[in-house]
């Protein structure tokens, strides 16, 4: 059998077909179909403003820029994440103050949070691992219960609902990513959602530089171009319309193409429940994974990493806690330790096929 990839973008004829009408009529930077995919994806999380990026981190990293904490607040994080949750955070002079992660799920601990807050908690920001929700009420509730605001990285999660409702749709600030690998593949990008007016419109102006006029508009206009102000120190972040064209394309695709996930997700649950050596990940019943990734805890990872690599089966390791980068102090996290040390990605997407599924799941049974 031919190498089984971790991770395989699947675009539909539809989006090749649109990114050619856009390349064809030749306005390919920040127009109108970005314009269309933030309209479309607010509708589909149910939030009213949609900042189309060119990357989730740009989407963190905005929010923080709107947040405008003191240098050296502290902002209480998960160290079980891609570096960008935390990076972005240095990029503000902000302290990462590393909360500890459930064993279960792999995503951020209510209880450690509350253990971490000082005076100088400014801020949390959770991700929802794998793209299964996080605890939103309680760590909402506790956000509350201390004036300070909740960040979601939602990077995982395009598609996952808690208690029926999207993520995205609760709260104030959530950041999304559009890379190759994530279930909304964009070829890259990033949306920010948020819930003011008043943020939207400076948010708007944040991802291109500052400036308080879209190019796109003006062109259109007929009106002398050239002439902007430039009210903030801003970014060059915006969305382009290449990417928002595959986006629209691919958005409505996303809720079957999540169904199929949740169907690869069950039959690999199904097959490795009662495999010695191994702990599946529980989820509660009343929130949905959107499936970005598929993990389990295993006795001798690194054994198992590579007697699958072995046999043509990619894996990954998602992830090594952050706080073992010379960049970020190192914390007490012995549950982060414990999962970091122990979990395994198994190939997840859309052209994986059953007769995949069965091989790969065989290879594990025979043990490493």
């Not at 599946?280 to 805890?297: E, G």
């Amino acid at each position: 059998m031919e190498k089984i990839r971790l991770f395989k973008p699947q675009l539909s004829n539809e989006a090749i077909a649109a990114v050619t009408e856009v390349l064809k009529e030749g306005w390919l930077g920040l127009g109108s179909r970005t314009e269309e995919f933030e309209k479309a994806f607010a509708q589909f999380i149910g939030a009213p403003y949609c900042i189309g990026l060119n990357s989730g981190t740009s989407a963190l990293h905005l929010v923080l820029r709107l947040l405008n904490l003191p240098p050296g607040s502290e902002v209480i994080t998960t160290a079980l994440t891609f570096v960008s949750t935390n990076h972005v955070l240095l990029y503000e002079k902000l302290l990462p103050v590393f909360s500890d992660v459930q064993i279960e799920t792999g995503n951020i601990d209510v209880k450690s949070i509350r253990e971490k807050l000082t005076p100088r908690t400014k801020a949390i920001m959770i991700v929802h691992y794998g793209g299964y929700p996080c605890d939103l009420n309680e760590i909402y509730a506790l956000g509350k219960e201390y004036g300070i605001p909740v960040v979601e990285d939602c990077a995982h999660a395009c598609g996952a609902t808690y208690r029926g409702k999207r993520i995205g749709s609760l709260g104030s600030f959530q950041a999304f990513s559009f890379n190759p690998v994530k279930n909304l593949p964009m070829g890259d990008g990033g949306a920010l959602i948020v819930k003011s007016s008043n943020h939207n419109q400076k948010l708007k102006r944040l991802r291109w530089l500052g400036i308080n006029k879209n190019t796109y508009h003006t062109s259109r206009s007929g009106k002398r171009g050239g002439e902007h102000e430039v009210i903030d120190v801003g970014f060059k972040y915006h969305m382009n319309d290449i990417n928002a064209a595959i986006g629209l394309c691919e958005l409505r695709n996303l809720e079957n193409n999540n169904r199929r996930r949740k169907e690869i997700a069950q039959k690999y649950k199904d097959e490795l429940r009662k495999v010695k050596g191994i702990t599946l990940l529980k989820y509660k019943k009343d929130r949905d994974s959107s499936n970005h990734l598929f993990c389990f805890l295993a006795d001798n990872r690194n054994d198992l990493v590579n007697k699958l690599l072995s046999m043509g089966i990619e894996t990954g390791v998602h992830y090594k806690r952050n706080d073992l980068y010379p960049m970020y102090r190192t914390s007490n996290l012995p549950n982060t330790e414990y999962f970091s040390n122990a979990v395994i990605s198994l190939p997840m997407h859309l052209e994986l096929t059953d007769e995949q599924i069965h091989y790969i799941v065989n290879q594990i049974k025979r043990g490493w």
